[in-house]
């Protein structure tokens, strides 16, 4: 009996994570090109500086191609729209020696001409192995687009179970900078 309900309890697990994952599936709401294009409008916040590149240099044209190039490491994993801001979580593979991805949850807001206007990452993941980023990622996702406290989620106060890395007690996302920077006040 215990293990009918074990089996019962997973099954409703994956259920609604998949639920998540269709309800947020990106290309419910925009074609392969708006889902490329969304990454490129936000790579040079959301991926790594180039070598030779600063956060004062990063929209030279010269890093142009490096930045093309890195958004193809990125895969938009759920997208949602409300109240004039879009959320999407992107992921990337992660150095590992097994296959392992990061997932970053970003809300963001753009002009009518695309500009983008308002950019936060919301949090970061823990490198996982895809099933698990997918898991976590989604059911983070779906808290973020909900307005709901991530807190809970946060390393300092999940115990011994990883979801989220960043923001956590030293490390917060500069909204007016557009990156993340260590809290100098500890």
Known sequence: MKRILFLILVFGVLLSSCGQA???HP???????????????????LGHLPKRGTHENKFDPAFDEFYTKLALDYTLEAYYKKDGFEYF?????????????????????RSPDGQLVYYEEVF???????PE???KGLMLFDKMAKGEDLSPYFPQNSGEVEYIEFPDEKVY????EKRWKINDVL
């Open 22 to 24: 269709d309800k947020y």
């Open 27 to 45: 290309s419910k709401s925009l074609t392969t090109e708006e889902q490329q294009a969304l990454i490129y409008t936000t790579i040079r916040y």
């Open 89 to 109: 979580l992107a992921s990337r593979i992660a150095p590992s020696l097994k296959v392992k991805k990061v997932a970053v949850g970003v809300k963001m807001k």
């Open 124 to 130: 970061r993941t823990w490198k996982f192995e895809i």
């Open 133 to 135: 980023m997918l898991e």
């Open 173 to 176: 996302f500069d909204v007016e």
